[in-house]
């Protein structure tokens, strides 16, 4: 397999992964003139076979990242798109990291990148199963989620946990991935599953990693109010129903029928991999559900990136300094790393 070298995150993104067959294209004269990347139809060739792997182990711990591709080096991967409340049909194509996926989108339907909240995978609806993580064949469709109501709640807080699992889009925006059943969020019914966390009791936290937006509201302290103001996506008439509570636990659904995985990192070049393993899969999943109970989020693609620097290690001291090397910034504590290497060699083992 070719291995592509790919524009890198920025060091405040979860890595993404982008599942995508390689193809060739045959376009059909646009829709639009004004604007040639909406389309009404279009027919695709056959994709390119994908043969053999190619991987980079050093990625996890080179920190230096390398530049930007040519232009005319980066993988032609297209995909088609419309705005989750209801649009034409866009195409985009030229992308190698979240960020110029949103430029991409927003270019189509001439908004701003900052506009889009999240990006859903073949569903309008806000579905946190469905949620773009990084895997995208080229049958999937992208559903762009974008601003609407702004909302400003008060919250008291009667317990040290108020139920909430944060993620975030890999451009700066914390939202809301999960709310717990019963929990002091669950009874202030105008917080939704997908409204975006702008600003803790005044305090604007747009940029913020998820991590430190949970943090935040867990060391917040009990037995007092606090405010925070969110913005929900927008909703079509017919997207408008009872409040979700969040997916699945660890995002068991696959989504798209690819072969073949891209797989961008937050440190180092991209490589053309196959799929996930079964093990690799199962270790995801826990060690996925392992960042939810010790930090309050939801990450399968940090979790998928944790799996990797840990699955040739010997022992938990030579996988704490790896993750060092790699995830340093999330200054993970040691009893959870503890836990992160016993999942591993549990999956390792097919004890779960």
């Known amino acids: 397999m070719t291995s592509l070298v790919a524009t890198l995150f920025p060091d405040c993104f979860t890595p993404l992964r982008l599942r995508a067959h390689f193809i060739a294209t045959m376009e059909k004269k646009p829709k639009s003139k004004e604007n040639s990347k909406l389309v009404e139809n279009e027919e695709l060739g056959e994709r390119a076979g994908l043969a053999g792997r190619s991987t980079n182990k050093a990625a996890t711990s080179n920190g230096g990242g390398l530049p930007p591709p040519p232009v005319n080096l980066r993988p032609k991967l297209v995909f088609h798109t419309q705005l989750a409340h209801g649009s034409p049909t866009g195409r985009i194509e030229g992308f190698t990291n979240v960020k110029e996926l949103y430029g991409k989108i927003a270019d189509v339907f001439n908004l701003t990148p900052s506009e889009i909240l999240f990006c859903t995978l073949n569903t309008h609806k806000i579905d946190m199963d469905k949620l773009l993580g990084g895997q995208i064949g080229l049958e999937d469709f992208i559903f762009a989620h974008t601003k609407g109501i702004k909302k400003e709640v008060e919250i008291f807080k009667s317990e040290d946990a108020l139920g909430l699992t944060i ?31 702008e600003c803790i ?3 604007n936290i747009v940029g ?37 509570k969040g997916g699945k636990t660890g995002g068991d659904a696959k989504i798209g029928t690819g072969r073949g995985t891209l797989r961008l990192r937050s440190k180092g070049p991209a490589t053309v991999e196959d799929e996930p393993t079964e093990f690799e899969e199962k270790a995801v999943k826990k060690v996925d559900d392992l960042l939810e109970s010790y930090m309050g ?56």
Do not use: C
């Open 208 to 244: 913020t990693r998820h991590y430190e937006v949970a943090k935040m509201l867990k060391e917040l302290q009990k037995g007092k109010a606090f405010t925070l103001k969110l913005v929900e996506p927008t909703k079509a008439f017919e997207m408008i129903e009872p409040r979700s």
């Open 297 to 352: 989020i939801r990450d399968t693609e940090l979790a998928a990136t944790m799996v990797e620097v840990g699955k040739d290690k010997k022992n938990p001291d030579e996988f704490a300094m790896a993750l060092d090397e790699a995830l340093g910034d999330f200054a993970f504590p040691d009893e959870f790393v503890f836990d992160v290497w016993g999942a591993i060699g549990d999956a390792k083992e097919g004890r779960f």
């Open 201 to 203: 009791n005044g305090k």
């Open 167 to 197: 993620t975030d889009n890999g451009a700066g925006y914390a939202f809301i991935k999960r709310i717990k059943e019963e929990s002091v969020v669950d009874k202030v019914k105008v917080i939704s599953v997908g409204d975006h966390i």
